[in-house]
């Protein structure tokens, strides 16, 4: 990576398995570390939240991640798809919106969704 590279965080909030717990949690840890690579982005931290908190402010990963975005620590927020942030549609757009509004993009890691350019609106 070059000198260049921009700090980012990874943030991984997916729904546990009943066979292979830590399965969802792994692959989209993998996916987001393959997804900054390719882009040059430094990931500073990795943050993961259990899922089922519908509000990403209740959770404590997410705070960190507001917490590094409010404080200017990152650039990028590294996510692998909308529903990581909330599946509540309007929380999901408040939390980009608020984290754009501090400068940082919102990208997501997910081919299907990266191929498309990959960032929150």
């Known amino acids: 990576m070059s000198d260049s590279a921009t700090e980012a965080v990874l943030y991984v909030c997916a729904e546990r398995g009943t066979q292979t717990p830590a399965l969802a949690e792994e692959r989209a840890l993998q996916e987001g570390r393959?997804?900054?690579?390719?882009?040059?982005?430094?990931?500073?931290?990795?943050?993961?939240?259990h899922f089922g908190e519908v509000d990403p402010g209740k959770r404590p990963g997410w705070q960190r991640v507001r917490g590094m975005v409010a404080r200017g620590e990152v650039t990028t927020v590294i996510v692998r798809?909308?529903?990581?942030?909330?599946?509540d549609q309007e929380l999901r757009y408040a939390e980009i919106a608020w984290c754009q509004e501090h400068g940082v993009r919102?990208?997501?890691?997910w081919a299907p969704l990266?191929?498309?350019g990959g960032q929150g609106r």
């Open 34 to 49: 393959a997804f900054a690579g390719e882009r040059d982005l430094r990931l500073g931290e990795e943050i993961t939240d």
């Open 106 to 109: 919102v990208q997501f890691s």
């Open 81 to 87: 798809w909308p529903n990581a942030i909330s599946t």
């Open 114 to 116: 990266s191929e498309l």
